[in-house]
């Protein structure tokens, strides 16, 4: 496990979590994947993930909780989702989330709408 002292918010030494953070090659391997593409996808591990893996089954359930509310409905689309998430991201003065949930959102409308005719 990775001293305290060492996972910290860059520039301020105040710990991420007062939890022992596992090294990622500690995790299972559908958590070390996790870690992979959110590397891909925003540049960095979010450090909730990072303290969350201290209990790796919660930060496990934690995912599915939350791949399971941006799952598209009939009623939001996967685009209306991650807007909210970035509204509340916003309103929260979370960068880190802000960061995380801009990606997608730019990513989802760059691609051509299904129900959209011609120009």
Same mark, same amino acid.
């Given at each position: 496990?990775?001293?305290?002292?060492?996972?910290?918010?860059?520039?301020?030494?105040?710990?991420?979590? *007062?939890? &022992?953070?596992?090294? @990622?090659?500690?995790?299972? #391997?559908?958590?070390?994947?996790?870690?992979?593409?959110?590397? @891909?996808?925003?540049?960095?591990? &979010?450090?909730?993930?990072?303290?969350?893996?201290?209990? &790796?089954?919660?930060?496990?359930? *934690?995912?599915?909780?939350?791949?399971?509310?941006?799952?598209?409905?009939?009623?939001?689309?996967?685009?209306?989702?991650?807007?909210?998430?970035?509204?509340?991201?916003?309103?929260?003065?979370?960068?880190?989330?802000?960061?995380? #949930?801009?990606?997608?959102?730019?990513?989802?409308?760059?691609?051509?709408?299904?129900?959209?005719?011609?120009?």
């Amino acid at each position: 496990m990775t001293d305290v002292e060492h996972i910290s918010r860059k520039g301020t030494g105040v710990p991420i979590s *007062w939890f &022992p953070i596992p090294e @990622e090659s500690e995790l299972p #391997d559908d958590l070390q994947g996790l870690f992979r593409k959110a590397r @891909e996808m925003v540049g960095f591990v &979010p450090n909730v993930f990072r303290a969350y893996s201290y209990r &790796p089954e919660r930060l496990s359930a *934690w995912f599915s909780h939350y791949r399971q509310l941006h799952e598209p409905t009939p009623n939001l689309d996967a685009a209306e989702r991650e807007m909210i998430a970035v509204a509340v991201s916003m309103a929260n003065g979370c960068l880190s989330c802000l960061a995380r #949930d801009l990606r997608p959102v730019a990513l989802e409308k760059t691609k051509p709408r299904q129900d959209a005719g011609p120009g």
